[in-house]
């Protein structure tokens, strides 16, 4: 029997992370999981609505949720900031008093009933049968679930908020190896790579060498801004500290497809700064 859930893209899988949003769809498709564009979305003000507004940072991302209660499916996202933001909204809005604000400057109504669900547990291989064609035996991966995913673990309700282990879970499943390592939900900088540039630098530093550490051939993501903070500032990190990790940094939606039987073109692997096909070509995955 097919799942459906409502789909929430977010900005950046309509852009500059498109590979992760047609990753997403390739991979829900073969597992009859079908998800179904939420209607006329908007941006949740993921990057940076909390900073500027606390009342504007609950009411973006709930118009979405109006969106998704009508269409009375759960809804999921892949963007682990997206994801963030849906969630502390719907919570925010179990306050009565917040609520009516929301519906005197909307006008809308809202029963928060919707289950919100980032994709990696929509993906849950507890859940999920894989009809995997290409095991990804011999590779090791470092499952990176960022700061947002897991936390706070009284509103989002994901894993565990320390120690998650879904990410692994799934990898283990498709037959690579999950290593153990320390900085699976340690900060990368978030949306600071333009104003901070030296501090998103300094984190995903820390990050890739403490993968590197522990025997990682690639680094897998569950969200946007951890793949863009983590993949393009590689040759920053060469320049500032002398490391040349050259460690790719993949989708786990990307890494679920290729176990899955598809090529590195259709999950558009050759976007990325660090160019992951040569090592998964030494690993007989490419």
């Known amino acids: 029997m097919e799942t459906v859930y409502s789909y929430y893209p977010g900005c950046t899988q309509l852009s500059s992370a498109k590979e992760y949003d ?15 564009e939420l209607p006329d979305w908007t941006c949740c003000g993921a990057s940076a609505a909390h900073t500027l507004d606390e009342t504007l940072s609950v009411v973006v991302p709930a ?3 109006v969106i998704a209660e009508k269409e009375g499916l759960p809804l999921a996202t892949a963007c682990a900031m997206c994801f963030s933001r ?3 909204a719907a919570h925010e809005l179990g306050d009565a008093e917040k609520l009516d604000q929301f519906k005197e400057i909307t006008g809308k109504d809202f029963g928060n009933s919707v289950e919100i ?3 990696l547990q929509a993906l849950d291989s507890e859940e999920v049968s894989y009809p995997v064609e290409r095991p990804l035996q011999g590779l090791k991966v470092a499952c990176y679930y960022g700061c947002l995913l897991t936390r706070p673990r009284e509103t989002v309700g994901f894993d565990d908020e320390e120690n998650p282990h879904k990410m692994d879970s799934l990898m283990a499943a ?7 390592w320390a900085f699976k939900t340690e900060c990368c900088g978030a949306s600071l790579p333009f104003s901070r540039p030296d501090i998103v630098v300094k984190l995903a530093h820390r990050i890739l060498r403490n993968a590197k550490q522990a025997g990682a051939d690639c680094v897998a993501v569950a969200c946007p801004m951890c793949h863009s903070n983590l993949d393009t500032t590689q040759d920053d990190m060469k320049k500032t500290y002398g490391d040349d990790f050259e460690l790719p940094i993949l989708y786990f939606t990307q890494l679920v497809g290729l176990a899955l039987g598809y090529s590195s073109h259709e999950l558009g692997l050759e976007k990325h700064f660090v160019d992951p096909r040569p090592m998964l070509k030494s690993k007989e995955l490419g």
């Open 22 to 36: 047609v990753s997403a769809r390739l991979v829900c498709e073969k597992l009859g999981i079908e998800l179904r």
């Open 63 to 65: 118009r979405n949720l």
């Open 86 to 88: 849906l969630k502390i």
């Open 117 to 119: 669900v980032h994709l």
């Open 174 to 180: 498709l037959g690579a190896e999950a290593v153990d």
